[in-house]
């Protein structure tokens, strides 16, 4: 079992930034693949990107990709996720998950963090 916890939500204007965290339970195995998703209201979870267990790959859905970094230190057993230039419809409660790789563009999420809410005003 793992256990996922996010951090860093909050208020930001559109075109700010900010930095989430997803600290887990254990230390994670290099062979567990990460990621972020978010659920709008009314929508369905909305994938956003994955990082390999050691980090040498990462992809981004094309919605975040060249505004949102998704990076992991397994020494502190932490995922991050820095979002920048951030718009309005970026505003959604943000998940982190671990799984397993599906395709090289999908992943299968096994264990889900309780979310953390992010809005962006305009």
């Known amino acids: 079992q793992v256990q996922l916890a996010e951090s860093g939500g909050g208020l930001v204007q559109a075109g700010g930034s900010l930095r989430l965290s997803c600290a887990t339970s254990?230390?994670?195995?290099?062979?567990?693949?990460m990621g972020w998703f978010r659920q709008a209201p009314g929508a369905e979870r909305q994938f956003l990107t994955l990082?390999?267990?050691?980090?040498?790959?990462?992809y981004y859905d094309d919605s975040v990709k060249g505004r949102f970094t998704i990076s992991r230190d397994n020494a502190k057993n932490t995922l991050y996720l820095q979002m920048d230039n951030l718009i309005p419809e970026d505003t959604a409660v943000y998940y982190c998950?671990?799984?397993?790789?599906?395709?090289?563009?999908?992943?299968?999420?096994?264990?889900w963090g309780q979310g953390t809410q992010v809005t962006v005003s305009s």
């Open positions: 990082i390999s267990g050691n980090g040498a790959y990462t």
């Open positions: 254990r230390r994670t195995l290099s062979s567990t693949i």
């Open positions: 998950a671990a799984g397993a790789l599906v395709t090289l563009q999908k992943m299968r999420a096994d264990f």
